[in-house]
């Protein structure tokens, strides 16, 4: 992602999809170019916001099945109509534009009625992590300025209501609905969807199809209000890390999401008709965007599991009959790995069965996105698409209508073709912006946003090479290693921490630590990591530790510990940490 978060998705099981050819992903709707502007967006033939995409989606497939779980079933019409019942709701609380609402569901119809709902009052959209502890939901309720939070009591069986509390100092004694509380001053309410027995809890009804109109908010309102959201407002915020400790809030318009999910359904050939299951959680961009948003201007159905199970999913994609099965790669492997353990037979299940053997996967190309570019920028295409033997090994093509350059690491000058180094988009997928950053510490001088991913371009495909940045990419999620580092740092019998990744078939890379202890102090490796486990989400806790002596860290000519050398030794002679159980849905 990241996850940004880079997705590496629509796979079909075993293999991610295959890329087409620049002349291939030609083959578009109009582009729209700006007055006086270079920049081109695709053309979606209606105002690309949330509500009017609602309501055209309701009037062209209404009785079509929008989302299916193991729970419920919605149809377009549901959702259209759930959606704006809600929407009504929360105006009559008082909320409208700008107001900024956080929700933690997992991949539920709660999650998707409260986002359209959120969307089409003009509010902006917080979804955040599962994967949560308290201290990261604490941070992220602060770093966003959520007025409202929205929750279940329960969530993958643990209790909500005391896992707010322990996030929100102070709001386990507040005696009525209104927040005011120091530990998190923006936050004026939490809205529950079932009745509690909470002082400061309020209750929201988010049940498909249940409940009549507020009666104060009548349908000439609703409209009205809907009329003055603007493609350019502010419509969702993601979250993921970012190379420093604090989170990353990625902001993106209206505008943007609806373009983007028309734009990626053409270059990665979504297809009409489709029932695709989608593993990847819906509150990172691989999920919302790379494939809600496709599938909805396809008319297509989306098929879930609150959390990824591989049992839970099987069933699913077998009952609900997928035709595709959209997923990070680390899901992939478990669930082909359970699949082998269990001798499940899958062979009557469309979705879950091999590709041809006869391309070889270097040959067969996949998507490429971060959260900051809405998701893909690197397309795949149709199935049939085989890359060219000269191109061998390439990752996918560009998507149309996005700007790409390649810049040399150290200079920032722009590379020819066929010459490594960062690459670098610019065009209407890019994000607004990020939450408590000013634009020039997000975009160079002129507009580029750098990845920090390394590739080249040659033949009109995108060859993608790895990292240039810190960040390790685990399970298809991004971690900071300095996020960890502060907590391991902050330990009083941790001198120095070094984090970094490495390599693992199963999850792409695993977050491993080197410590260096205090003087005087023996570490417990065992006991840091149980402690780590209580603040940071699990992908973010190191499985791999080295204890070293401080005069046996190695540094750079620069002063700075050499990662390099350390992670070579972590790899080496580090001790492995069983992987601790989470409840969130990686």
């Known amino acids: 992602m990241v996850p940004g978060t880079r997705c590496a998705v629509r796979a079909s099981f075993l293999v991610a999809p295959v890329a087409r050819a620049r002349q291939v992903c030609r083959r578009y709707a109009r582009p729209v ?6 920049m081109q967006v695709p053309d979606v033939g209606f105002t690309p916001t949330i509500p009017v995409f609602l309501r055209r989606l309701a009037a062209q497939w209404g009785a079509r099945e929008f989302m299916v779980t193991p729970e419920a079933r919605l149809t377009y019409a549901d959702a259209e109509e759930t959606s704006r019942r809600i929407g ?3 105006v009559a609380r008082g909320y409208g534009k700008r107001s900024r609402v956080g929700f933690v569901f997992g991949n539920t119809t709660d999650w998707v009625l409260t986002w359209l709902a959120v969307a089409r009052i003009g509010a902006v959209a917080l979804p955040f992590p599962t994967t949560y502890r308290a201290a990261e939901l604490r941070k992220a309720l602060l770093f966003g300025d959520v007025d409202t939070l929205v929750i279940g009591a329960e969530l993958f069986g643990n209790d909500q209501l005391a896992f707010v509390e322990e996030a929100v100092p102070g709001l386990a004694d507040t005696s009525g609905p209104l927040l005011r509380l120091p530990s998190t001053p923006c936050l004026r309410s939490v809205l529950v969807t079932s009745p509690v027995d909470r002082a400061w809890a309020g209750s929201i009804d988010l049940s498909p199809g249940l409940g009549a109109d507020h009666p104060d908010v009548d349908e000439a309102l609703t409209l009205a209000l809907e009329e ?16 420093t400790a604090d989170p990353k809030g990625v902001v993106h318009s209206h505008g943007t999401y609806v373009r983007h999910g028309y734009n ?3 270059a990665n050939d979504v297809r009409a008709e489709q029932r695709v299951f989608g593993g990847m959680p819906l509150f990172w961009i691989g999920g919302v965007s790379h494939t809600l948003g496709p599938l909805m201007h396809r008319g297509n159905t989306f098929l879930c599991t609150p959390k990824f199970d591989p049992d839970a999913a099987i069933a699913l994609i077998e009952e609900a009959g997928a035709t595709e099965v959209y997923m990070f790669p680390n899901m992939a492997h478990r669930l082909r790995e359970h699949i082998r353990q269990t001798g499940r037979d899958v062979a009557s299940i469309p979705a879950l069965a ?9 040959r067969r190309a996949s998507s490429l996105g971060m959260t900051e570019t809405c998701a893909a920028y690197i397309a795949s295409g149709p199935r049939e698409h085989v890359v060219p033997e000269e191109y061998r090994g390439a990752h996918g093509f560009p998507v149309p209508m996005s700007q790409y350059r390649i810049v040399d690491l150290e200079s920032g000058e722009p590379l020819p073709d066929g010459v490594e180094g960062e690459i670098c988009v610019r065009g209407y997928s890019l994000m607004l912006g990020m939450c408590k950053r000013e634009r020039h510490e997000i975009f160079d001088d002129d507009g580029w946003y750098h990845t920090g991913d390394k590739g080249y371009l040659a033949g009109g495909y995108i060859f993608f090479t790895g990292r240039a940045k810190d960040l390790i990419k685990t399970a298809g999620a991004n971690v900071a290693p300095r996020e960890v580092e502060v907590l391991f740092d902050s330990y009083p019998e941790v001198l120095m921490s070094v984090v970094v990744g490495l390599s693992d078939a199963d999850r792409g890379e695993i977050v491993a630590v080197a410590l260096v202890p205090a003087a005087g102090v023996t570490i417990d490796p065992v006991d840091l990591i149980t402690r780590a486990n209580h603040d940071l989400s699990s992908y973010k806790v190191p499985r791999r530790v080295l ?6 860290v190695p540094y750079l000519a620069t002063g700075k510990p050499d990662r390099q050398a350390l992670a070579q030794r972590l790899a080496s002679e580090g001790v492995a940490v069983a992987p601790v159980r989470t409840s969130g849905q990686l």
């Open 33 to 38: 170019r700006a007055k006086g502007c270079t």
């Open 228 to 243: 003055q959201i603007h493609p350019s407002d502010p419509m969702l915020v993601i979250f993921t890390s970012g190379t």
């Open 88 to 90: 009504k709701e929360l």
């Open 547 to 552: 204890i070293v002596d401080e005069p046996a």
């Open 264 to 266: 990626v359904a053409d």
């Open 354 to 362: 091999p590709p041809p053997s006869d391309v070889p996967p270097d």
